[in-house]
């Protein structure tokens, strides 16, 4: 079946470095939807970004990822920490069942920055 | 903003006893999920369902029922409360019917922090 594999469940950098998340995917759909979540301490998940389009650079509150289906992966990076962006992030893919889409997680990397 | 409602937010129950968790949308999305989340286990998927009347069973449904009675509400049912069931508990809604757009983005509540002594 179709999975998705974070391969860090605790990444600890310091403020200012340059943050790489993993994700990579498997499915047997040619056109997935890739996207990541971010959940902050008390809080619940939310859309950080999302792709479905090949070698396309999406960006959001300086985070940005690119879908790459030949690999299967979509990172998520940031090129500089910042306090706040300590959070759960959890990558998340999409695909098509039926007439309907389902939804696959990751099992989470929980990201803490320190000074 | 998509809306999502859960209540109660914070919930103290019996073993044995019965927990109703409920979650309105007024996204008027078809999708809405219950999920719960656990240290060290991410997102488990609980039920589903694809619209009123419909639940499905997810990865982890023992133990639990849903219910759907309008395009707005989807309930979590414990029939029968363990302290296994000690968690929080997340309800999303999303717009995953083909050509809708949100290729299935989810929009989650606040969540309900459950504890079953």
């Known amino acids: 079946g179709d999975s998705v594999t974070q391969t860090e469940g605790l990444v600890t950098l310091t403020e200012g470095l340059p943050v790489m998340l993993n994700c990579t995917y498997q499915?047997?759909?040619?056109?997935?939807?890739l996207f990541w979540y971010v959940q902050h301490l008390n809080e619940s998940p939310r859309l950080l970004l999302k792709s479905f389009t090949d070698n396309k650079r999406t960006e959001h509150q300086g985070f940005h990822a690119t879908l790459h289906k030949s690999s299967s992966s979509f990172h998520l990076q940031k090129s500089s920490a910042q306090l706040s962006d300590s959070a759960l992030y959890y990558c998340a893919l999409s695909d098509r069942v039926d007439s309907n889409y389902q939804l696959i997680w990751g099992s989470g990397t929980k990201l803490i920055i320190k000074p | 903003e998509a809306a999502v409602t859960q209540s109660p937010r914070n919930k103290v129950a019996v073993t044995g006893g019965k927990v109703t968790l409920s979650c309105n949308q007024t996204n008027n999305h078809n999708n809405m999920y219950w999920y719960r989340q656990d240290t060290g286990h991410g997102l488990r998927l609980i039920h589903y369902s694809y619209g009123a009347g419909s639940t499905e069973k997810g990865d982890i449904p023992d133990g639990y029922k849903a219910s759907r009675p309008s395009q707005e509400n989807f309930s979590l049912i414990l029939e029968l409360a363990t302290p296994s069931q000690t968690s929080v508990y997340f309800c999303?809604?999303?717009?995953?019917?083909?050509?809708?757009?949100?290729?299935?983005?989810?929009?989650f509540g606040a969540g309900t922090r459950l504890s079953v002594l």
């Open positions: 499915t047997i759909y040619s056109n997935p939807f």
């Open positions: 999303a809604s999303g717009d995953a019917s083909l050509g809708g757009g949100s290729q299935n983005t989810l929009y």
